[in-house]
Structure formats: structure tokens, C-alpha cells
């Protein structure tokens, strides 16, 4: 199953296109894209069965993020061998860095991006993930059952903040308006052959600058749930960015930054594509 938010609205989404939730169901689901989380099982048991018809075409533009107003967002840090070492970290072992991605960042998947003034905007794809159903201290064996479905979103970085001062300011550099697009939709992860092998790639200006595949996270979606809902309750509609593979501006040489004009793709096989144009 495939949702979306389109319009502010809760979405089905099939063969690209959409069918209103809350028209479908006569009611019995809000138009509210976040309220559905808090009903997932039930939501999923009759959209299995319901009736709904062909649906109606729709734009990409249109749409905003998945989980728009998740009560917590978690951004995963550090999580890919080749990323840490192109960022001079050391490998993380316990636990991966964990941040917040403050939530007045999250958009839709296409939008446009102004750039903190004296900045260095960096880009990194990432596997996104929303909780389905309550998670606290679940197995990794478990952890699967506790996830709604999946997402591509691009945890944009502004590397001078990021970096500044006596310890680093992950939140608050990653945290800048537009700084968390995710989409285009979410997909259940029934949906593909193996939710624990797929592929995200990300280019600027259609030159290739990440592809990697989830098989190599270092803490997996099972082993972050176990490790997140360990220490925390992970709710419904909750937000996990799960961390970037290699390629990333601050791991090149040069090092290479988002420029006014830019424009950012990022795709995860199976979901879709992010598409971010970038503004001074
Ligand atoms: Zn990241």
C-alpha cells in the first residue's frame, strides 16, 4: 500500500493515482495525513478490503510530507562505514549519534530551498521510516511490526553550524526551514521484495553524487528501532531518519557545497524522488 499527502489531505495512492481517504472511507478516516498513524492497523485492515475506485491524476507539487506533524523526529547520525570515514568520524559501535530534526523543517518533496546566508549547504539521502504502532523496548525481531511504511528524505545540513563551537550542533544545523523534505510516498513495507536492501541515490544538477543501499547501515531499521525504543517510546507517526551513505560535499575534493540555482534529486527505488531547488 502506497499513501500520500496531497493537498493536506490523507491520499491512497495507485498506479499514480489518488483516491481521497476520507471521502472513500464516508468519514471513517480523517483528512488529516498525521491522525492516520494512530489508527494504522485498523486503517490498514480497511484499506485491504475497501472499494475505492480509480482515483483521480495528481502533481507531484502538490503533495507534502507523509507524517507532517510527527510528535518526534530522530535523525540517525554516522550510520553508513563509507560516510564516517569520508566525515572523519570514528565507526560507532553502542549506539549511532542521535539528533533531532526540528519539525518546522519538514516539508513536501518538491520544494524550494532558501540557503542560510553564509552557510555550507550539504545534502544526504536517506532512508526514512514512520512508526506504525507504539515501539517500547521491542526486539529487533519485532521491530518490523512497529513501522508504518517508508519514505525517501533528504536531511539537508548546514555544515558551518553543524560543526561550530565546543560540541556539534547537529539539531540546529540540519534544522533550517525546508531542511527535511520527505516523500513523494509512503510504502508499506510488504511492498517490497526486501525492506532491508534498497537502493537511494542523489545527484545535483543530474551529476550523481550518492548511491548506496540500505543492506549497508551499520545499525539497521530492526537494530535502530531496538536501540531507539531501548532508551525512548517511539508513538505513532514518530519520524526516523535513518543516515546517509557516502558522497556527501563535506567528504569531497574538493569539498563541495548547495548553490543558489542548484537543483537536488534524491531516490529511493521503489518509493520515488525528492526534488529540491535551491535559492540565496
Ligand atoms: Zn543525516
Known amino acids: 500500500m502506497r499513501i500520500a499527502n496531497l493537498s493536506g489531505r490523507l491520499v491512497l495512492v495507485t498506479d499514480d493515482r489518488a483516491v481521497d481517504v476520507r471521502t472513500a472511507s464516508d468519514g471513517l478516516f480523517s483528512s488529516d495525513p498525521q491522525a492516520v498513524y494512530s489508527r494504522w492497523e485498523e486503517f490498514r485492515a480497511w484499506a485491504a478490503q475497501a472499494d475505492i475506485g480509480p482515483g483521480s491524476p495528481f502533481e507531484a507539487a502538490d503533495l507534502g510530507a507523509p507524517a507532517p506533524a510527527p510528535r518526534q523526529l530522530l535523525a540517525v547520525g554516522l550510520n553508513y562505514r563509507e560516510h564516517v570515514a569520508e566525515a572523519g568520524f570514528t565507526t560507532p559501535e553502542g549506539m549511532p549519534p542521535v539528533f533531532t530534526k526540528f519539525a518546522t523543517s519538514i516539508t513536501g518533496p518538491v520544494s524550494e530551498v532558501t540557503l542560510p ?153 521503489g518509493i520515488g524522488e525528492l526534488r529540491q531547488r535551491f535559492v540565496a
Open 117 to 269: 546566508r553564509g552557510g555550507h549547504t550539504d545534502w544526504e539521502v536517506e532512508l526514512v521510516l514512520v512508526v506504525g504502532r507504539e515501539a517500547r523496548r521491542v526486539s529487533e525481531a519485532d521491530a518490523w511490526s512497529h513501522v508504518a511504511g517508508l519514505t525517501v528524505g533528504q536531511d539537508l545540513s548546514e555544515r558551518v553550524l553543524q560543526m561550530d563551537g565546543p560540541a556539534p550542533q547537529f539539531s540546529l544545523g540540519k534544522s533550517f526551514p525546508g531542511f527535511a523534505p520527505t516523500g513523494p510516498v509512503l510504502v508499506t513495507p510488504d511492498e517490497f521484495e526486501d525492506p532491508d536492501d534498497l537502493e537511494l541515490t542523489c545527484a545535483v544538477n543530474g551529476e550523481e553524487m550518492q548511491r548506496g543501499r540500505t543492506r549497508d547501515l551499520i545499525f539497521s531499521v530492526p537494530a535502530l528501532i531496538a536501540k531507539l525504543s531501548g532508551v525512548l517510546t517511539l508513538l505513532p507517526g514518530d519520524v526516523i531518519f535513518t543516515g546517509t551513505p557516502s558522497g556527501v560535499g563535506l567528504g569531497r575534493t574538493p569539498q563541495r557545497w548547495l548553490a543558489a540555482g542548484d537543483e537536488l534529486t534524491s531516490s529511493i527505488g
